[in-house]
């Protein structure tokens, strides 16, 4: 083996009967997952239509209707979309590890597929405990606006984006899509693009929620720049990698269909090429801001967890709708006064 190539298990070509055990571990995980998953979404689903509508049906609150449904699906559907997106990463992961997705000469080290692998794993099996919190408040009207409780779930999963799909990003751009060199199946370009269109849905929700939430009204710019307005910087960061993987995806995939010089090592033994793609001479500038623009994005991820559980009990001690009262008029603050008021009156009238 050439001087210049890495260690022979990192290189050496994936084993048959592995591929297929990593295969069906991963369909257990999502098939448990995602029944699961479906079964907590549809209740909470249910129980939203219920809280924010009642169990009727009348056509002539149609726009209220829809108006609803609107608040529960930005409510549900990041979950929706991250399981979605678990069954482009297995693809993917099964692609990778036969070989089949980048140019026949190029291999791609063992550790890279493997991480991708335990990336898309880790994501889906962190969205289930926000899965259990919707479940949880899925009762509750307040759940369904931007109150305390829909800050905290969008702000995990932002961090949830930014922590662990950046690094999945890094590893499949470089790694992966950069070798492709003929037409690939559809799950390539789809996992991109859907990636991009996750990334804004996300982007607008952060901005709704800081401006419709009452509970951060209250708290201090200062404070409201450490929790929201740093996860929707972020997120732009997040926007912009995405978009420029997407764009050298297509383009590798689609236009250029080469290898750049300079972005392989040789393997004098078995005639492959080892993918080695941050070397000076490979990357272009358009790569160069990626990698930028997703560092400074996974910094921003920290600073916003770190800044969240400080202030976790600020944000707690807010309440976004007090609960109507069934008689204000005879709150006892308003009876006093309103007594006093009268008998003034009568007093005056009697004068």
């Not at 509508?53 to 449904?69: R, T």
């Not at 009990?313 to 309440?319: A, I, T």
């Amino acid at each position: 083996m050439s001087s210049n190539a890495t260690n022979v298990s990192i290189l050496e070509p994936w084993n048959p009967e592995v591929v297929r055990a990593h295969e069906i571990s991963i369909l257990v995980i999502v098939g448990v997952f995602g029944t699961l998953s479906t079964v907590l979404l549809g209740i909470s689903l249910k129980n939203g239509w219920e809280e924010l509508n009642g169990k009727g049906f009348d056509l002539a609150k149609w726009k209220s209707y829809f108006i609803n449904l609107i608040f529960i699906g930005s409510y549900l559907s990041p979950i929706f979309s991250r399981f979605f997106r678990s069954s482009l990463d297995y693809k993917y992961f099964q692609a990778v590890a036969n070989e089949n997705i980048t140019n026949p000469e190029i291999r791609v080290p063992t550790d890279i597929t493997m991480s991708i692998y335990a990336i898309s794993i880790f994501g889906m099996c962190m969205s289930l405990p926000i899965i259990m919190v919707i479940y949880k408040f899925s009762k509750n009207k307040e759940a369904y606006l931007p109150s305390v409780t829909k800050v905290r779930i969008i702000l995990a999963m932002t961090i949830l984006h930014l922590t662990v799909d950046i690094p999945s990003l890094i590893c499949e751009y470089f790694y992966v899509d950069k070798f492709i060199t003929a037409k690939p199946e559809v799950f390539v370009p789809m996992k991109s693009i859907l990636a991009v269109i996750e990334n804004v849905f996300a982007g607008i929700s952060i901005i709704m929620v800081e401006v419709k939430s009452q509970s951060l009204q209250q708290l201090g710019l200062a404070e409201r720049v450490m929790i929201m307005r740093f996860a929707f910087g972020g997120l732009v960061l997040y926007l912009i990698s995405n978009t420029t993987r997407c764009t050298l995806t297509l383009l590798q995939a689609y236009k250029w269909q080469v290898i750049p010089r300079g972005c392989v090592i040789e393997d004098i033994d078995d005639g492959k090429f080892i993918a080695n793609p941050f070397q000076s001479s490979c990357l272009n500038y358009a790569e160069l801001a990626l990698i930028t623009f997703a560092c400074l994005a996974t910094i921003i991820a920290f600073v916003v967890l770190i800044s969240n559980m400080i202030m976790y009990q600020r944000l707690n001690s807010y309440q976004e709708m007090a609960p109507p009262t069934d008689h204000p008029e005879e709150l006892p603050g308003n009876r006093p006064r309103e007594c006093s008021v009268f008998s003034n009156e009568a007093s005056n009238l009697d004068d």
